[in-house]
């Protein structure tokens, strides 16, 4: 990670991607280190793809660990893709005087998820003069690029004091 001690989570997390996502296993070793960051999050052992402020794409590989008793990719591990996914494009783009933190998640489980899966967040990086409520989306595709989920998760974004 970078020295700089006044940059943002988000600027870290950003500048390590710069450097590693053009290397050989780059993408892989930032999504481990994301992970680390965030022990939850690297359970389901996601695969950063594309990484740019207000934009998000990751890649989930179907393996057992991550299914249910109906061979389908587990709901919580689904809801785990799309935080990290909403929280990557939404933090990435935060300037050091920003925090944000998760309020609130929704999932809405639209078709049995199988196979290997893509999940997209894109949003706008808003203007933070105090606290601001923020809500983004993160549709969750199949291989076969019908959404199986779509997620809504809330952040509160404040200037730190």
């Given at each position: 990670?970078?020295?700089?001690?006044?940059?943002?989570?988000?600027?870290?997390?950003?500048?390590?991607?710069?450097?590693?996502?053009?290397?050989?296993?780059?993408?892989?070793?930032?999504?481990?280190?994301?992970?680390?960051?965030?022990?939850?999050?690297?359970?389901?052992?996601?695969?950063?793809?594309?990484?740019?402020?207000?934009?998000?794409?990751n890649?989930?590989?179907?393996?057992?660990?991550?299914?249910?008793?109906?061979?389908?990719?587990?709901?919580?591990?689904?809801?785990?893709?799309?935080?990290?996914?909403?929280?990557?494009?939404?933090?990435?783009?935060?300037s050091?005087q920003?925090?944000?933190?998760?309020?609130?998640?929704?999932?809405?489980?639209?078709?049995?998820?199988?196979?290997?899966?893509?999940?997209?967040?894109?949003?706008?990086?808003?203007?933070?003069?105090?606290s601001?409520?923020?809500?983004?989306?993160?549709?969750?595709?199949?291989?076969?690029?019908?959404?199986?989920?779509?997620?809504?998760?809330?952040?509160?974004?404040?200037?730190?004091?």
């Open positions: 990670m970078s020295v700089n001690k006044n940059e943002s989570p988000g600027e870290k997390i950003l500048a390590t991607w710069q450097k590693l996502k053009d290397k050989p296993f780059g993408k892989k070793l930032f999504s481990r280190g994301v992970g680390r960051m965030a022990p939850y999050t690297g359970t389901i052992k996601a695969v950063v793809t594309d990484l740019s402020p207000g934009y998000c794409k890649f989930l590989k179907e393996k057992k660990s991550n299914k249910n008793h109906l061979r389908s990719i587990h709901a919580v591990a689904l809801i785990n893709l799309g935080e990290m996914t909403s929280g990557l494009a939404v933090l990435s783009g935060m050091s920003i925090r944000g933190i998760l309020t609130k998640m929704e999932m809405e489980y639209i078709k049995k998820a199988k196979g290997d899966l893509i999940a997209e967040c894109r949003c706008e990086i808003p203007e933070v003069e105090d601001l409520n923020y809500e983004v989306e993160t549709f969750i595709k199949d291989s076969s690029g019908d959404v199986v989920a779509k997620g809504t998760f809330f952040w509160l974004l404040s200037r730190k004091s």
